[in-house]
């Protein structure tokens, strides 16, 4: 190759074509530095047909000047890239910079220093150092990063060095991960989960594309039947990605598969150390890493040699990115598969609509586990009308949850209380004038933490402490929280029954692995009575002693900007619904609401979930929502709210007149401010024939704003806030 055209990771800079200097050894896919201007730019080496760039005479042309030693990004990886640039309207650069690790990654090789406790403690300490001591024990990592783990000063630290607290350990950067052990403790299956490993096993060994829909009750042992696909991938030395829908659930997993494989798996995900990361994008290039377990964003990694994808819990919302480029990870795994011509399973126990339409039509290939291992029972449901059996005055649960969970407590089971709000209340008002505190930044109320006393904005972060007076009136003592959140659930528990040991299960009590990892431990052991919990708590876990589940408020998720809110409520619903009874103790779940009525509650309690699906399959039929048309959003920013509505205006103004699309709004989004932006958006509802992307495109285009005005297209949206 002599002359190149480069994809660079800033779309404001367009595609760039390089002249390749005597010497070097170029292809398709390679990573290279770049001239530009004064400065140096990494760009991927792209087909120049498949990028529209200005043609620029040979005699212009700069050279390259590095090509960085790391292997070329793989053909089938640069098609996934550029379809899912295509698809979801996303810049090309924005795409491909999610298949990169950091720049020491690319060039990988080499040693660093890190640091660890000696293991001396002087008699006499400042707290800072103490506090550093109690934090830092059994970590490793720079000084930078133990700083931000100890939350003390770096100056604290290195002066802990000086003292021999702290000692250097000099770490290769690229050493291996030990190997996975796939007869390491191969399980007794069951003859349904036998049959189904079975065929996950063939379809590794076939090496082609072939899409999976495993939908397995709850505690069917879903896990159990893909690792023995992964244990087939492994033993052809062929590499597996794992794709979880958040962080929560991994420390979970992490554990069962060292149980089956003897190693853990390497972990991919945004808050890895510096170190970390770099070394497991080496591994995963270099076709090392075994088995990669991540959240969405190690889907674009560029694996040398995948043989094996598994999306676990597929039906989670999550996996739909929000922002930035707004992909759906179950899909894209699904196309990834396709291009690396491997075998895809979609692993859940309520699965997406969308996906039970393409078993349906033979695009996926359809595995059911009907029953639970080992003979466990599904649990038996209720429904608990919250008009006629109403809990007592200032609380949330009704008379008949309140005893089932006693009754549980005196036999020593345990219950779980699920209710998908964090903090304590979701609304604070003066009780003296009316006052609601609400975000300066965006349409929301604050949300009050009763733990850290604060009042937070659960969207763009946003605190203030609780103050002891209206901030209107400054009448003092006078604020009264409305509603529950889940602390006011565990506020509650603790005074209904004072003897129970409880567990309060939030991302704001979980945000570390160290601290999911004890919760687990404590209630696998027992030490925990009841557990009251957000959505975090509905999935992945098996507790074989709990035997209640309490719904607090099923009606919740019907509220609020879900575009599948009656999918998501049974999705919750049956998800935590199936943790009661795992063991060889029958479940009993009781679910609060007011719309006992409503078909999605209906389809719960007499656990139709065919009823549900079809009822659901209609309505959406009807809607021409998914998956039988197409939905886009159109979402219209800027600062000043001036602009951003001419902008939308613009935008409504110039929408195509389609027989097969129809353009709603612009309208005020309903967080019609999010942190400090003001919001318009349009939706767009198209027919499956419709050239959606390719409209979007023409339309959008040729339109210019102010700078200062942002415009996103959400493809396939699922919030719609
Ligand atoms: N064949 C087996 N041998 C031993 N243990 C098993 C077997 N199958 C399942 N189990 C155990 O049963 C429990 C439930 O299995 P698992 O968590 O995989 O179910 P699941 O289908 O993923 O459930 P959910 O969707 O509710 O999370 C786990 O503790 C698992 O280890
Ligand atoms: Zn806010």
């Known amino acids: 190759m002599k002359r190149v055209r480069l994809l660079v990771f800033n779309a404001a800079l367009g595609v760039l074509d390089y002249r390749v200097p005597e010497g ?3 292809e398709f896919g390679s990573i290279v530095v770049a001239p530009l201007g004064p400065r140096q ?23 390259l000047l590095e090509v960085m030693p790391a292997p070329p990004i793989p053909e089938r990886l640069r098609r996934l890239i550029e379809w899912t640039a295509d698809y979801y309207c996303a810049p090309l650069s924005s795409v491909a910079r999610m298949a990169l690790g950091s720049m020491a990654a690319l060039r990988g090789g080499g040693t660093t220093t890190e640091y660890r406790l000696t293991g001396t403690e002087p008699a006499r300490l400042t707290p800072q150092r103490a506090a550093a001591l109690d934090a830092l024990q059994h970590e490793q990592g720079s000084i930078r990063e133990l700083a931000e783990l100890a939350s003390v000063s770096e100056g604290v630290l290195r002066g802990m060095v000086g003292a021999g607290l702290l000692e250097p350990v000099v770490v290769d950067l690229d050493r291996p991960y030990p190997a996975a052990r796939p007869a390491f403790a191969v399980p007794q299956l069951n003859d349904e989960q036998r049959a189904a490993a079975d065929i996950f096993v063939g379809a590794v060994t076939e090496r082609k594309f072939a899409p999976f829909l495993l939908d397995g009750v709850t505690g069917s042992g879903k896990t159990e039947c893909y690792f023995e696909g992964v244990a087939e991938a492994i033993r052809e030395g062929r590499q597996v990605l794992v794709l979880l829908p958040e962080i929560a659930l991994t420390e979970n997993f992490l554990r069962r598969f060292e149980h089956r494989f003897g190693v853990q798996p390497v972990l991919w995900h945004s808050s890895l150390k510096s170190s970390e990361r770099r070394r497991a994008w080496r591994a995963v290039v270099l076709g090392s890493a075994q088995v990669v377990v991540g959240a969405r964003s190690a889907l674009f990694l560029p694996y040398a040699n995948l043989g094996l994808i598994v999306v676990d819990e597929a039906h989670e919302i999550s996996f739909k990115q929000d922002d930035g480029v707004r992909y759906n990870a179950r899909d894209v795994a699904v196309m990834r598969a396709k291009f690396e011509k491997v075998p895809v399973v979609l692993a859940s126990a309520t699965p997406a609509l969308e996906s039970m339409q393409l078993a349906e039509a033979g695009v996926y290939r359809k595995i059911d586990l009907v029953g639970r291992y080992g003979g466990a029972q599904l649990p038996d449901i209720q429904i608990l009308d919250l008009r006629s059996e109403v809990p007592e005055r200032g609380r949330w649960l009704a008379p008949r949850l309140v005893e089932a969970m006693k009754d549980r407590l005196a036999k020593g089971e345990q219950s779980l209380l699920f209710l998908n709000r964090r903090g304590y209340a979701p609304l604070t008002l003066c009780r003296h004038c009316g006052f609601r505190f609400q975000c300066p930044n965006c349409t929301a109320w604050l949300v009050e933490h009763r733990f ?12 203030v402490p609780v103050p002891e007076a209206c901030p209107e009136c400054g009448t003092g003592d006078c604020l009264v929280a409305c509603g529950p959140g889940v602390e006011r659930i565990a506020d509650e528990v603790a005074e209904i029954l004072p003897e129970a040991r409880t567990a309060l299960v939030t991302s704001d009590t979980m945000n570390t692995p160290e601290a999911i990892g004890d919760f687990v431990a404590m209630a696998e052991g027992r030490a925990i009575d009841i557990i009251i919990g957000t959505q975090l708590v509905t999935k992945g876990y098996h507790f074989p002693e709990l035997t209640l589940v309490g719904v607090v408020d099923a009606d919740l998720g019907l509220e609020g900007g879900d575009l599948r809110a009656a999918e998501r409520t049974y999705q919750q619903v049956a998800q935590v619904a199936g943790r009661a009874g795992r063991g060889a103790k029958p479940g009993e779940v009781l679910i609060q609401t007011r719309h006992p009525a409503a078909s999605v509650i209906q389809a719960l309690a007499n656990g139709d979930r065919d009823a549900f699906y079809a009822a659901e399959t209609e309505a959406r039929r009807d809607a021409g929502a998914p998956p039988f048309g197409r939905w886009a959003a159109i ?3 800027s600062e000043d709210q001036a602009e951003a509505l001419s902008a939308a205006r613009a935008i409504g103004g110039t929408a195509p007149n389609l027989p097969d699309m129809l353009v709603l709004g612009p309208a005020p989004a309903p967080l019609s401010l999010l942190r400090g932006r003001h919001r318009f958006r349009l939706l767009i509802n198209a027919r499956r024939s419709a050239e959606l992307q390719k409209t979007l495109r023409e339309w959008l285009d040729p339109l210019e704003f102010p700078r200062g005005v942002r415009v996103n297209i959400d493809i396939d949206p699922y919030s719609f806030v």
């Open 41 to 63: 730019v990494l760009g991927i080496v792209w087909e120049p047909e498949r990028l529209s760039g200005k043609e620029v005479p040979e005699s212009k042309l700069r050279p």
């Open 452 to 463: 850290s006393k604060r009042l937070a904005c659960h969207h763009c972060g946003h605190e």
């Open 635 to 637: 979402i219209i920013s």
């Open 24 to 26: 070097m050894t170029i």
